[in-house]
């Protein structure tokens, strides 16, 4: 009794595979797609999505380039620092926060600088 073997995907493009899909699966990876293309890892590519140069970020900001280099770099960020960045890049930062039970909801006042604030 022969083994069966599963089709080849060398050779075929992206939408032969997706053609091959039942409608549920090819519904289902559409959907991530999507969810995926709504996702940005990191400052960097926050910037480069928003088409501003670091030179730009950081006279948005008032310091110079090398502080964008580092800003972009750090995995832990005050979130005035954040919200700054953001806004710099023409945007406007929101804070979702989902608790069980309760749904989604935005978070405001965070990362507000306040009149005392360096």
């Known amino acids: 009794m022969a083994a069966k073997t599963k089709p080849s995907t060398l050779g075929r493009t992206l939408e032969e595979l997706l053609d091959a899909l039942s409608p549920d699966d090819r519904a289902t990876v559409e959907a991530r797609s999507v969810e995926l293309h709504a996702e940005v890892e990191g400052l960097k590519a926050l910037r480069k999505l928003a088409q501003r140069s670091q030179e730009q970020i950081a006279q948005s900001l008032g310091v110079k ?48 600088l306040s009149a005392h604030a360096a």
Do not use: C, H
């Open 65 to 112: 380039q090398p502080a964008i280099v580092k800003i972009e770099r750090q995995t832990d960020l005050y979130l005035s620092t954040l919200r700054r960045f953001v806004e710099a890049a023409g945007g406007t930062l929101e804070l979702r926060v989902e608790l069980p039970g309760t749904g989604v909801m935005r978070l405001t006042g965070m990362g507000e």
